[in-house]
């Protein structure tokens, strides 16, 4: 990444030595590229989310500690069951085909969500929220629509609890 300092009348400056070197190093004087702005995330927004998260999952009833057996997995799943995961079908010839695909996948990711369904295997792994990955507006909509998932499932606030 490469930060930019806007100076004003549309031009721009790096920000370290470091910035412009690699400029130099990875982009042609006098070619035109297209630059998007990002906002940064807050830390104190990332802070309040994973304190929400461990609090709830601290928090768990009995009945819901074997299928959230820690703050991550529990994170994963809402971030599923809110959307924020890519879905893949794998067909296969048999249902013990389906079944053996779906035991290596969950052997390859303990988060993933896995379901088989006759000779069809459906996987849906959560997206990542680490901030090269998720932007400032996508983080907090996942943020927001994450903890409701979570208040809904044990029936409590969860994000008064962390406050």
Known sequence: MIALQYMGEGEF????KSHAARC????????VSRWEPVSDRSAESHKHYFACINNAWANL????AD???????LRKRALIKCGYCDMTKIVCRTNAEALAVAALVTAMDEFALVNVSDNVMTVWRAHSQAM???GKKQFQESKDKVLHWISNLIGADVTEKAA
């Open 13 to 16: 400056r790096t920000i370290s």
């Open 24 to 31: 130099d190093k990875d982009l042609v004087i006098g070619e």
């Open 61 to 64: 009833p009995e009945a819901l």
């Open 67 to 73: 299928e959230y057996p820690s703050p991550e997995s």
């Open 132 to 134: 090269r990955a998720m």
